[in-house]
């Protein structure tokens, strides 16, 4: 182009630029339209007494990208061979030379490679200068005086256009700021809670990482990790040690570090850069009602500077999150009053029940033994004195057998209503098992030769805490229900086992199984799905398994039999 056509195509320039709505299309649109002119254009921000290369514009020359690579991030402005901070319409006479001075190379390393001329103007913002330069034929001082002029309309369109972008971001960031609230406010679990702001806040700022830390009395540890970072849930920062996230904590304030950190830096601040390989954190203090309830932590892997404007939505949404965990905190001190409550109202109810069917229980053997005692010794005496034969015989030996039942349901009665108090001590377990198999085996009778056992009992629980007497009892009436599940015989399985710093007993039967209307009710009293039973068998085994501080369940996925687990504590 002559240098008439490219001051007319100036003005074109301006006005395509004048219709953008960001700055990042603004000088996309100016650089386009230059290149169409012939002309190769370079965008340079200017702070204070530093340059750099703006990030939005590229380079569109091998030696553009050659000069970038040289002068990487910001640079001092001392850098630069010509004051162009105030260049309204500069003509650079040696582009080449130029170049190089800046670059710090010989002064003919561009020549031939780039035209000899350029045209450097400045375009002034509110908080920054950008230097629009552009290099190509036919360039001189008319053509710079008139670039002069294009970058004075220019100023006014990118203030026009910062302010339109600064609103339509801040609407954004309104929206997103509310739609963030309400996320937050739907949650009352703190996992979810954390999960939501550490999201939140790498959208709203940009960064590739995000933890958030809750404080404990000797640090603050990882409590909000992405999946991948799980395994650091139990590491504790210490308040000793000046990380970013410490020095958030304690200040109350946000804090943000540029890579490279220096080597005397906290030993766990290099660990994690060591870790992610990010450049930039950012800590925010999560405060609510004048209280620090955490840090949140955002990384950036490129080198950056987080602004005023990027701080302080950071700063409102760590302020939702802090409500938002100061309200599940609430509801968690109130959730585990309610249980506490609760259990305290079942454990006094149960303490009344028990002590009205002990009076009741007392009663009842009372009434009911002394008259059994009679039974008992009359059809002993009659077995002796009329030595019965025939149905005289099965009569006789038909009251026996009852009133032996009789008297097993007083004892169960009893037993149910006898406060549980284990005198607790280490016990070998896999003769406790072998002596209770082999007592259901005697009181089951022959029916027991048709059911095969298998008995594990893993080395490291060769021992357990319990009171011998009493879980013996248990484990009777466990292994009785399940040789009286198997009458034609079957598979008796007992395992014990280490499971989450307990002893796990299971004992599984191939029987018919439990009914699925009946697994809820099966540890209650006096419910029973046998025709003789009276439905105090594993009722007395559950308060005597809580009575060791232990638990029992009913396995809900096995297909064939039943399953119980026991779990007791290990023993010291």
């Known amino acids: 182009m002559t240098a008439t056509e490219l001051i007319r195509g100036f003005v074109e320039v301006a006005v395509a630029a004048q219709q953008q709505r960001t700055l990042a299309e603004f000088f996309d649109t100016v650089r386009k339209h230059l290149r169409e002119m012939g002309l190769t254009s370079t965008v340079v921000e200017v702070e204070g007494a530093r340059f750099r290369f703006a990030p939005f514009a590229p380079a569109l020359t091998q030696v553009g990208a050659e000069v970038r690579e040289r002068l990487a991030g910001w640079q001092p402005l001392s850098r630069l061979p010509l004051d162009v901070t105030h260049a309204e319409g500069m003509l650079v006479e040696d582009l080449p030379a130029f170049l190089a001075r800046m670059a710090g190379v010989p002064d003919d390393a561009y020549r031939g490679r780039v035209p000899p001329r350029a045209i450097v103007a400045t375009i002034p913002d509110v908080d920054r200068t950008y230097v629009l330069s552009c290099s190509g034929e036919n360039l001189d001082g008319a053509v710079a005086g008139a670039f002069g002029l294009l970058a004075r309309q220019l100023a006014a369109a ?69 999946p991948e970072d799980a395994d650091l849930a139990s590491v504790v920062m210490p308040f000793d040690q000046p990380t970013t996230a410490v020095r958030a904590f304690k200040a109350r304030e946000p804090v943000q570090v540029i890579a490279p950190l220096a080597p005397d830096a906290a030993p766990l601040s290099l660990r994690m850069v060591e870790r992610f390989g990010h450049k930039t954190t950012l800590a925010v203090p999560l405060l609510a009602r004048d209280e620090v309830l955490g840090v949140a932590v955002v990384l950036a892997r490129q080198e950056r500077t987080f602004t005023r404007a990027e701080i302080d939505r950071a700063r409102a949404v760590a302020g939702q999150l802090g409500l938002a965990l100061l309200s599940a905190r609430l509801y968690d001190d109130l959730r585990r009053s309610y249980a506490e409550l609760a259990q305290a109202q079942k454990e006094l109810i149960d303490r009344e029940r028990l002590a009205a069917l002990g009076e009741l229980s007392a009663s009842i053997a009372h009434e009911v033994r002394n008259p059994l005692g009679v039974i008992f010794n009359s059809v002993g005496s009659l077995k002796r004195i009329l030595k019965p034969e025939g149905d005289a015989a099965l009569l006789l030996d038909i009251i026996g057998e009852e009133a032996d039942r009789l008297n097993g349901m007083v004892g169960a009665l009893l037993d149910y209503s006898r406060p ?46 319990a009171d011998g007497r009493l879980l013996r009892q248990a484990l009777i009436n466990l292994f009785l229900n399940a040789y009286q599940a198997m009458p034609r015989g079957g598979v008796l399985e007992v395992r014990a086992a280490l499971a989450e710093g307990s002893v796990e007993i299971a004992i599984r039967d191939s029987g018919p199984g439990i009914p699925a209307d009946a697994r809820a009710k099966v540890f209650q009293a006096f419910f029973t799905t046998k025709a003789t039973g009276t439905g105090l068998g594993l009722a007395v085994v559950r308060r005597i398994v809580e009575g060791h501080g232990g638990s029992i369940g009913l396995a809900q996925d096995v297909k064939n039999g039943a399953e119980f687990s026991l779990r007791l504590p290990i023993a010291d």
């Open 420 to 465: 549980v108090q284990p005198a607790l001590q280490p016990l070998p377990l896999r003769p406790l098992l072998d002596e209770a198999l082999g007592a259901a085996r005697q009181q089951v009778g022959a029916a027991a030769e048709q059911v095969k056992v298998q008995l594990r009992v893993a080395p490291e629980v060769a021992t357990v805490r």
């Open 158 to 226: 990118v203030q026009t256009t910062r302010q339109l972008e600064e609103l339509t971001t801040r609407a954004e960031e309104m929206a997103l700021l509310n739609e963030i609230a309400r996320q937050l406010a739907g949650s009352l679990e703190v996992g979810r809670l954390l999960e939501l702001g550490g999201e939140s806040l790498k959208r709203i700022l940009g960064g590739e990482l995000w933890f958030v830390m809750l404080p404990e009395p000797d640090g603050l540890h990882f409590a909000g990790l992405r």
